[in-house]
């Protein structure tokens, strides 16, 4: 089996159906269009997408099909699991013909094992509510899980991240039951990477030692306003992607590519050398 596998990550696409913007300003439908043609571009194209919460705005159906039109544009095998902006039966029906989505259960959890690195998404979210929750239920699920496969390298996909990011409004909506996801990690040293969106900014934490990223959303960002008690506010900088690479036994790189055309390339070098 290749000995290599390259995982790129998005989130919180929030797309509305054709001509709606979110909060009247940010065009999610048009900035996924952009970064789904920037994934389809990536050489080496990576092994699979995944896409860790909020595909739409407010869970309807018709935001469903708007963002599932789209995503069938990606070339590569993609993944997903919900957020606080998704409804789950929606999202159930939007992605029932997916491999990865299941027939049963209240909880939108899945896993794939057909590459070197193992995938695990879990279903953070709590009905109606922004924050999200591993309650002993899914902790059950996640403890079996684990516990089935010990050697193979893991990733671990949840929309809410474990950590506090210091934005405070977000802060009051993240994971609620983190120290039993520490708990659960602390015998899984086999878990690589915890990955998570929500807070649409690029961070790196730990949790038991774990690393975890935080991805990018792929239309508009929470605004980085430290300020205690500072305002829900979002930022129109630039979009973006992780790419989570892993060769041969190597740690795990993660790179965080930004979404859209900038200047360059440009050489470093001419025929004498460093340019001055
Ligand atoms: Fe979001």
């Excluded at 509305?16 to 043609?37: F, Q």
């Excluded at 210091?166 to 086999?190: E, S």
């Excluded at 190597?250 to 440009?266: A, F, K, R, S």
Aim: aromatic share 8%; with cysteine; charged share 20%.
């Amino acid at each position: 089996m290749k000995r290599s596998f390259v995982l790129a990550q998005i989130s919180d696409l929030h797309v509305r159906t054709a001509g709606r913007l979110s909060y009247r300003k940010v065009d999610t439908l048009s900035a996924l269009k952009t970064g789904i043609a920037q994934l389809n571009a990536l050489r080496p194209a990576p092994d699979a997408v995944v896409i860790t919460g909020d595909l739409t705005d407010f869970g309807k159906e018709a935001e469903y099909a708007t963002v599932r039109a789209l995503l069938d544009e990606l070339t590569l095998p993609w993944f997903a699991i919900p957020g606080n902006h998704d409804a789950r039966p929606a999202f159930r029906r939007a992605f029932v013909d997916k491999s990865w989505m299941p027939s049963e259960g209240e909880f939108l959890h899945w896993e794939v094992n057909d590459y070197p690195l193992r995938l695990i998404g879990l279903d953070s979210t709590v009905p109606e509510k922004p924050w999200g929750e591993l309650c002993e239920a899914r902790a059950a699920w996640l403890s079996a899980r684990l516990a089935e496969e010990t050697e193979k390298p893991t990733l671990l996909m949840l929309h809410h991240p474990p950590f506090i990011s210091g934005i405070d409004h977000m802060d009051r909506q993240n994971l609620k039951d983190a120290d039993r996801l520490a708990q659960i990690l602390m015998h899984a040293p086999q878990v690589m990477r915890v990955l998570c969106g929500h807070v649409h900014r690029y961070m790196v934490s730990q949790l038991a030692g774990v690393i975890v990223c935080s991805a990018p959303g792929t239309s508009h960002q929470v605004a980085a306003d430290f300020t205690p008690d500072g305002p829900a506010n979002f930022v129109l900088e630039p979009p973006g992607m992780l790419l989570h690479q892993w060769h041969d036994d190597q740690p795990m790189v993660t790179h965080y590519l930004p979404i859209g055309d900038y200047p360059g390339p440009w050489p470093f070098y001419d025929a004498q050398g460093l340019i001055d």
